[in-house]
């Protein structure tokens, strides 16, 4: 079991330690604990949580971009061959995506293409609590969005995933 922090420890943080603390709760990309560090001192969980999403959804375009990009494949061959980060392997695992059978992987990876082919960045979805088959049912629904929805659905991901990442690490 993991100790939680408590938010009044998390405020007693320098800027340095919040970073290097919180910097892997968005994908490769520590900008967003850094940006919520500045809101600091919080009062809880909730508005701490609240702090790094709005980092997310008040960065800009260009850098939401990047943020999406830094995300892995769902299945792909990096998760498959264990070189992504510890918390997306966890997350992957938990959701069934590291025992696929050759067909489903083949499914994924298909996807994953046609996905990053069409839209320009990576399937994201907060896979906690989902089965392979609600990721892929939602996979076989999303695709067909348009790019400017599927771009903004892809950011509310990324919230929730920092969510989820938050409240494991963040006493109440």
């Known amino acids: 079991m993991t100790v939680k922090l408590a938010v009044?420890?998390?405020?007693?943080?320098?800027t340095s330690d919040f970073a290097s603390a919180f910097g892997d709760i968005a994908e490769h990309s520590p900008w967003v604990a850094e940006r919520a560090a500045e809101r600091r001192?919080?009062?809880?969980r909730e508005e701490t949580i609240a702090a790094f999403q709005s980092a997310v959804l008040s960065?800009?375009?260009p850098l939401q971009l990047d943020l999406l990009?830094?995300?892995p494949d769902l299945a792909g061959k990096a998760a498959i061959a264990g070189k992504i980060g510890?918390?997306?392997q966890s997350e992957q695992a938990g959701a069934g995506l590291d025992t696929l059978t050759a067909q489903e992987?083949?499914?994924?990876t298909a996807l994953n293409s046609t996905y990053r082919d069409?839209?320009?960045?990576?399937?994201?979805?907060?896979?906690r609590g989902a089965t392979k088959h609600d990721i892929l049912a939602s996979f076989e629904t999303r695709i067909d969005n348009d790019r400017d929805t599927e771009f903004?659905?892809?950011v509310q991901q990324v919230c929730r995933i920092i969510r989820f990442r938050l409240e494991d690490r963040i006493a109440e």
């Open 8 to 14: 009044s420890d998390l405020n007693a943080l320098n």
């Open 41 to 44: 001192p919080f009062a809880s």
């Open 59 to 61: 960065a800009g375009v």
């Open 69 to 71: 990009n830094a995300h």
């Open 86 to 88: 510890a918390t997306s």
């Open 105 to 108: 992987f083949e499914r994924f």
């Open 118 to 127: 069409t839209f320009g960045f990576p399937f994201i979805l907060a896979v």
């Open 152 to 154: 903004k659905t892809a």
